[in-house]
């Protein structure tokens, strides 16, 4: 008995070592594509933005609808902007810096990105302004973040990458109509 047990212990370990090294060996660590690159460099600021706009909605917003879902927009971007941080580390690629404030002249051209007038315009709002203005700004920042992301699942080679951006289209999607539907109501 205790010699099948240890016959199996070491096959199962040279199986396991032979694994490793091949995977070593070969350099089979998972691929990613200068697409990847782009999506987490590009997604990272995009969602600092709205993070900084769902943070705003607390104090502001008069909605609990709005502040629900600003609330989970911080919860389901903050996490993801730390995967990517992740990835671009272990790919050697350079990370996006922390928006400074209201300072988002350097991402203005990005799809969906606010400007610093509007997000001016926003930090001021309160009541019922505040909603209209956040959801409605939000459902332009989640088209422009679905954008991105779309084009990350046909172009993507990093399996990681491209089943969060499958998310992103997921939950982004639901989101803006959700948006749209508290638009109507108001």
Request: proline share 2%.
């Amino acid at each position: 008995m205790r010699t099948t047990r240890r016959i199996a212990v070491s096959v199962s370990a040279v199986f396991t070592l032979a694994a490793c090294g091949s995977d070593a060996d070969s350099g089979s660590a998972p691929s990613h594509n200068a697409q990847d690159v782009s999506f987490a460099q590009g997604m990272i600021p995009h969602h600092q933005q709205a993070v900084e706009m769902a943070e705003l909605a607390s104090g502001r917003a008069s909605s609990a609808e709005v502040k629900d879902l600003a609330g989970r927009i911080e919860k389901a971007q903050g996490p993801e902007i730390t995967t990517m941080t992740g990835w671009l580390k272990s790919w050697d690629e350079k990370v996006p810096g922390a928006m400074s404030g209201m300072n988002h002249s350097a991402h203005s051209g990005m799809a969906g990105m606010m400007d610093d007038a509007d997000m001016g315009k926003l930090e001021k709002a309160t009541g019922g302004e505040f909603d209209t203005m956040f959801l409605t700004m939000m459902v332009e920042h989640h088209e422009g973040a679905v954008k991105m992301a779309t084009t990350e699942k046909a172009k993507g080679e990093y399996k990681d990458a491209t089943a969060m951006a499958g998310d992103i289209v997921t939950a982004q999607n639901a989101e803006i109509a959700e948006m749209k539907k508290l638009l109507d109501a108001e």
